[in-house]
């Protein structure tokens, strides 16, 4: 779907392009770009998929956080291989969310939660497959429960206005030559407007908003 952090008309008009690039993707591109970098930053119902496994056609997933889900919950996984990706009811967890749970065969390891690596928790959902022995999914993929900010965040300045400024900084890397701006001095303060330095520019626009996850470090 469109990117709604900044629209493709808000930055044609931005930019004054006007109707140059319609024939294109390019422009549609560069705010999806800026809303995927975003994204990374903001404060979603997430957490990190680091293990997955399936056993009698019932699928389990490692996540990075110590119960975040419920049995019942819908989740959205992503980036952990073709079989386990998709949304799924959750129907056990451990830690214990309901009292139900089913065994995990795929690991070697003790079932009871208080032996689990602080930190870690599992999921399962039905998932008609091939068994699977435990792998770790490297990078990470992602676990998503029901999506409560999206909306919200499309609709608050701030974001619009820190996707604007990335969208604008990334096209304008693409296509100018000198990019980076000359001070007093005659010297580019920043040549490289793709550098670690892009996402600095507009943290002050999203510090309310940042997950605590993206402030480490």
């Not at 493709?8 to 690039?21: D, F, H, I, M, N």
């Not at 560069?30 to 995927?36: G, P």
């Not at 019932?58 to 990706?85: E, H, K």
């Amino acid at each position: 779907m469109p990117a709604t952090y900044v629209t493709a008309a808000t930055l044609k008009a931005s930019l004054g392009v006007g109707t140059l690039y319609d024939s294109y993707t390019w422009i549609e591109d560069t705010c999806q770009a800026a809303q995927d970098l975003i994204n990374g930053f903001l404060w979603f119902d997430n957490t990190p998929v680091v293990g997955t496994a399936l056993v009698s056609n019932v699928a389990t997933v490692m996540l990075a956080n110590p119960g975040i889900f419920t049995t019942g919950q819908s989740v959205t996984i992503a980036g952990a291989g073709s079989t386990f990706n998709g949304t799924y009811t959750i129907t056990a967890t451990i830690p214990f969310s309901t009292g139900t749970s089913n065994i995990l065969p795929a690991f070697n390891m003790q079932l009871n939660y208080w032996q689990f690596p602080q930190g870690y928790s599992f999921i399962q959902y039905a998932k008609t497959a091939s068994d699977q022995n435990f792998r770790r999914v490297l990078p990470y993929g992602t676990a998503t429960g029901d999506d409560t900010k999206s909306a919200s965040y499309a609709n608050t300045p701030a974001i619009n206005a820190a996707a604007l400024i990335l969208a604008e900084n990334i096209w304008t890397a693409r296509f100018s030559t000198q990019n980076g701006g000359t001070g007093v001095d005659g010297y580019s303060s920043s040549p490289f407007k793709m550098s670690n330095t892009l996402i600095a520019s507009i943290r002050g626009l999203l510090a309310n908003y940042l997950s605590p996850a993206s402030m480490v470090g």
